[in-house]
């Protein structure tokens, strides 16, 4: 876990807080006013992939960035299920706590999925979603796992490597970044590299970025998201936008646009050709534009 008032020279200049109702400390941080806006993050990254969003985002809109359990200056606890179901309780928590109704999700990776499993469950506290190189899980589309992340993540786990391989993230966040699809080398420095590191000083604390992976490579997330499919209604109903980077190795672009589809038809969708899967490194002000236009006009 990052010290609370760590900044990376700079980088994170926003005040820390925490939420311990879910039996754990949550990391969150909160700018602005008005209706909210809640931005989540996937693997194996934390709120810092927002830092450049948060305050233009924060100048009409109240802004909540939560770090994931396990992700991030939130705690990793060793004797919870690191599930969706899990983080979706987990989310649910602080929403409860926070009071936020009329949420703008903005949600990234794991983050749709998330997203996309609470406004089926408590719709009348979701507004609306803007999706970024994810899916929600509930467009019937047919996920492949032929991409270069999944098939690493085989490898290794077939190969009774993936806890080393995954466990070092201390070291190697930004190797495991560009397998997924990181496109914008030209932020990397040495706070950038100190942030990504920092939430994985052991082995112990890569839990959180092992089982992500795992949930879906071995068919654990299955029964949860059918179980949301009666509730599909409550999601088709949102408002919904999405941006895919098209260079996204871990979740295959036309796979993002079928299940969009499938949920959304006629829907937006906007492609940045030289993006990839970590799309708010990449072309942070397009995305920034994108949703400030979305929610004015939704």
């Not at 990504?196 to 839990?207: E, G, K, Q």
């Amino acid at each position: 876990m990052i010290p609370s008032h760590e900044t990376f020279g700079g980088t994170w200049p926003f005040a820390p807080h925490f939420f311990d109702g879910n039996g754990f400390r949550m990391h969150y941080v909160e700018e602005g006013s008005g209706e909210p806006i809640l931005c989540l993050h996937g693997e194996p990254t934390w709120g810092y992939l927002y830092r450049r969003f948060i305050l233009p985002l924060a100048q009409s809109h109240r802004v909540v960035v939560p770090d994931h359990m396990g992700f991030g200056k939130s705690e990793t606890p060793h004797r919870r299920p690191y599930t969706l179901k899990t983080h979706v309780e987990n989310l649910a928590g602080l929403i409860g706590a926070l009071d936020l109704r009329e949420i703008t999700f903005v949600a990234q990776d794991w983050g749709g999925p998330i997203a996309a499993a609470y406004t089926l469950r408590h719709s009348e506290r979701v507004k609306r979603l803007f999706l970024l190189n994810t899916l929600s899980g509930y467009g019937r589309a047919s996920m492949t796992l032929q991409t270069p992340w999944f098939q690493f993540i085989k490898k290794h786990h077939e190969a009774g490597t993936l806890h080393e391989v995954l466990g070092h993230l201390d070291v190697n966040a930004l190797s495991i970044m560009k397998i997924i699809g990181f496109e914008n080398s030209c932020v990397i420095d040495a706070n950038w590299m100190a942030a990504y590191s920092a939430p994985f000083p052991t082995m112990d604390d890569c839990i959180g970025a092992i089982e992500f992976p795992l949930d879906v490579l071995l068919g654990r997330i299955q029964p949860y998201v059918q179980e949301g499919f009666p509730l599909v209604d409550n999601l088709k109903s949102k408002p919904a936008m999405l941006t895919v980077g098209m260079k996204d190795h871990a979740i295959a672009p036309e796979t993002q646009i079928a299940d969009f589809q499938g949920v959304w038809p006629g829907r937006p969708i906007v492609k940045l050709p030289e993006a990839g899967h970590f799309s708010q490194e990449d072309a942070p002000d397009t995305i920034i534009s994108l949703i400030q236009a979305f929610v004015q006009t939704t």
